[in-house]
């Protein structure tokens, strides 16, 4: 008897085990219906929104994988740190990074190139005051720092820096060293405000420091960096060429202009021999399915809160305006978020 007893119980812990969902991974879950896929939300910028901030996105050629720019200004326009999202639904990969003067794809989409925004003297211009501390985040030297150092407030005494960095996308993220090879890699170089690559995706272009403290400055002179080896030489070969990346600009959010959160234009996808519409309206996103023969007037499955913008060919990536998760006062009330569609 107490054998069958055993048995019986093992069998429940089974069943009950089966039924559990690990959901430790996940950063934040949207609503979602019983038979819908599982979906994830993922904040573009976690770092300072500034005054306004512009929403910018671009897709590969094939609109299977997109990078997401949340890029705020300060007053009078000061250089802001942006945040970006990346996500690719062929790989099955994404990532997140703030603090970024700025970023870019390489041409075959395959690696990200940006600039890491560090503050090396703060409003108060002591001088060194935050020197050592960035020099030992980057391995860089504080000669090399200060050297390289740019204003980054035409009221204050503040100034930062940029250090160059990659991520190289893995084909495959299940693989052991994918973990290696998709992690952000910086170089001890004091140089990056701006990034390119070279048109055959052999070079990461670093752009001089800012002539003026003004969020969308330009660079004028460009250096190498082989995101390979790490090799890095003061100029780009004389035939080289530098790849423009087309951003599509959205909305600019900024608090003292509301913001209408009730509707957007559909947009198309097809996963598959299955094609969906998502809508939104009254403020939350759906995705209806309208493929030929589907079964009529299935019930929409709920992605979240906001409104989308655009979102990758198969519907993986949306991205969305949505309502803070933790409002603040002195910010704005909505932000650029992506919702992850995992079905």
Same mark, same amino acid.
């Given at each position: ?43 573009? *910028? ?16 094939? +609109? ?143 752009? *001089? ?6 969020? *969308? ?112 006062? +002195? ?13």
């Amino acid at each position: 008897m107490s054998e069958i007893l055993k048995t019986s119980a093992l069998v429940s812990v089974l069943a009950l085990t089966g039924c559990l969902v690990d959901s430790t991974k996940k950063e934040t879950t949207a609503d979602t219906t019983r038979a819908a896929p599982v979906v994830t939300v993922t904040p573009v *910028n976690r770092g300072t929104h500034g005054m306004a901030e512009r929403v910018l996105w671009a897709f590969s050629p094939d +609109n299977k994988a997109v990078l997401v720019v949340a890029d705020p200004g300060g007053v009078e326009n000061e250089p802001v740190p942006n945040g970006f999202f990346f996500g690719d639904e062929a790989r099955g990969f994404q990532t997140q990074v703030d603090s970024v003067w700025d970023v870019a794809p390489s041409p075959d989409w395959k690696w990200i190139g940006f600039g890491r925004a560090y503050t090396v003297v703060g409003g108060g211009g002591t001088g060194t005051d935050l020197l050592t501390d960035v020099s030992r985040r980057t391995s860089i030297d504080t000669a090399t720092l200060r050297a390289g150092s740019f204003a980054s407030s035409g009221m204050s005494m503040s100034r930062a820096v940029a250090q160059p960095g990659v991520i190289h996308i893995p084909d495959d993220p299940r693989q052991i060293a994918a973990a290696d090879s998709g992690a952000p890699r910086l170089f001890p170089i004091a140089r990056g405000w701006r990034v390119r690559w070279t048109t055959d995706g052999t070079t990461l272009a670093l752009g *001089n420091s800012p002539a003026r403290a003004t969020d *969308n400055e330009p660079s004028q002179t460009w250096s190498a960096l082989d995101p390979v080896t790490g090799a890095s030489h003061g100029t780009l070969p004389s035939s080289a060429k530098l790849a423009e990346v087309k951003m599509t600009p959205g909305p600019t959010l900024d608090r003292s202009l509301p913001m209408d959160m009730s509707h957007s234009p559909a947009i198309q996808i097809q996963r598959g021999n299955q094609t969906f519409v998502i809508q939104s309206e009254r403020g939350v996103i759906t995705l209806v399915e309208t493929t030929p023969g589907a079964a009529a007037k299935s019930a929409p499955r709920v992605v979240g809160a906001g409104i989308a913008l655009a979102a990758t060919a198969g519907g993986r990536y949306i991205i969305a305006l949505a309502p803070r998760s933790r409002p603040d006062v +002195n910010e704005m009330a909505i932000e650029p978020v992506v919702y992850t569609v995992t079905w």
